[in-house]
Structure formats: structure tokens, C-alpha cells
């Protein structure tokens, strides 16, 4: 049996301003304020959408990361990750959707699954993603290399914002 690799990429979303020298930056209540103020909410609900292709021991689950947040994607992983640790089965959604993201571990080895809310109930996606804690672990901490280096790369300004500085110094420990 071929194995795929577990694996995230992004792709910046063109409609999304964040994106582009045009963007304005806002506050809590969608006012213009400077980069530095805008806190982890910012980037959470409102800025920095992608497409990600994200696969999971060969597993696509890229139809659930559309139109997503970059960070809010990476956050979500980081915390399946780290509850993990102690937990066998981990519920997990994105900020902006419904979808389920549900990953149990059995042993050194972590299934994936998403489910979505459905007029009839929740209904799961058909891939269904294994890998081992190691390639999930270096998935997201380079998740979280790739998004900062993307926006940063968008958007220069933002190596000023706090949040953003604590992300690329303090790693999830900042979040």
C-alpha cells in the first residue's frame, strides 16, 4: 500500500482585500485602524482567507478548507494537536462554520474525519485521513511557518502587529 504524504498549502484568496495593497485594516467595529492595534480576532474572522489543500495520510480535505482564515485553520489544528496529548477522540471547528473536525488517536497513530451540518443531521465527509502524531506534529508547526510567511509577505505592515510578533517569536505559545 502507497502511503501519501500529510501535507497544507495555501493558496490566497483573490477576493479577499487582505490580500492586496488596497486593504484597510479594521477594528472590532469594521472602523480603520492601524495594523499594530488589530488583535487575534482580526485574523481569526475577518482577514487573510485561503483554499487550503491540506491531506491527511492521503486523505483530502480540502472541500472543508475553503474560504477559510489562514490562522484560524492553523489555531484549530494546534489545538487537536495539543489536546491529543491526553485526549483519544478531539471535536474541533473553525471559527466561521459548523463543520466538525474529529480526530482520535489510537496509540501513536491520529484518524481524521469532518462532518458537516445537513438539513437530516450531520453528515461525514468521505475521507477519512490517518497518520502518525509525528507527521501531525510537523504539519502544524509548519503551518504556522508558512501562514506568518505568506501574510507577512502580503503584508509587510503586519510584522508590526503585537499578536502577529508573538506568533513569529513565541510560536503557539503566544496565541
Known sequence: MTRTATSLTFTAC?????????WVPRDD????????????????????????????????????????CILDLVLMLEAARGALRTDELVVQELSDRQDEWRFTRHGEHIAVRTRYAARDGWCFRPAEGNCSIT???????????????????????????????????GGFDAA
Open 14 to 22: 483573490a477576493r479577499d482585500l487582505s490580500w492586496t495593497p488596497d
Open 29 to 68: 467595529r469594521y472602523d480603520p485602524t492601524e495594523v499594530e492595534k488589530l488583535g487575534q480576532a482580526a485574523f481569526i474572522w475577518n482577514n487573510f482567507t485561503v483554499n487550503a489543500t491540506l491531506t491527511v495520510g492521503g486523505a483530502d480535505f480540502s472541500d472543508a478548507t475553503r474560504f477559510v
Open 135 to 169: 507527521e501531525l506534529d510537523t504539519l502544524v508547526k509548519q503551518a504556522l511557518t508558512d501562514a506568518l510567511t505568506l501574510i507577512f509577505s502580503a503584508q509587510p505592515a503586519t510584522r508590526r502587529n503585537p499578536y502577529l510578533q508573538g506568533l513569529a517569536t
